[in-house]
C-alpha cells in the first residue's frame, strides 16, 4: 500500500504569498505609527523657538528628536519635565491600525 500526496507546491507558494503580505502589513503598520508619533509629539511639545518641534523627523529606523528634546522630556535640576514623546507613543499605542493590516493583509487573497 502507497501514499501519495499531492499538492504541496501549491500549499508552499500560498504559504510564502501570505508570509509576504504579512511581512508588508507589518512594514505598513510601522510607517503609519511612525507618522502618528511624529505628528502627535509635534503637536504636544513645548514650542519656544521652534527648534524641537522643527527636529521630529521619521527615519527608517523609527522618530527622531533633536533641538532641547531630554531636557523637555524629563527636565532639568531647574526646569520641570514637559513630557511629549512618551505620551505620542503611548497615544500611537491606542491608534486603530486594522485598516491597514485589512488592506495589506487581506487584499488580493
Do not use: C, W
Request: a negative charge.
Amino acid at each position: 500500500m502507497s501514499l501519495s500526496i499531492t499538492g504541496q507546491a501549491v500549499v508552499l507558494a500560498n504559504l510564502a504569498r501570505v508570509i509576504a503580505r504579512a511581512a508588508a502589513t507589518g512594514k505598513a503598520i510601522e510607517g503609519e505609527l511612525k507618522d502618528v508619533i511624529a505628528e502627535t509629539a509635534g503637536g504636544m511639545v513645548a514650542v519656544d523657538t521652534g527648534e524641537t518641534r522643527d527636529s521630529i523627523t521619521v527615519t527608517d529606523t523609527g522618530v527622531e528628536v533633536g533641538g532641547a528634546a531630554q531636557f523637555l522630556e524629563f527636565g532639568t535640576y531647574k526646569m520641570a519635565a514637559q513630557p511629549f514623546f512618551r505620551p505620542a507613543m503611548d497615544e500611537a499605542a491606542d491608534h486603530d491600525v486594522s485598516g491597514i493590516a485589512q488592506a495589506t493583509l487581506l487584499g488580493g487573497l
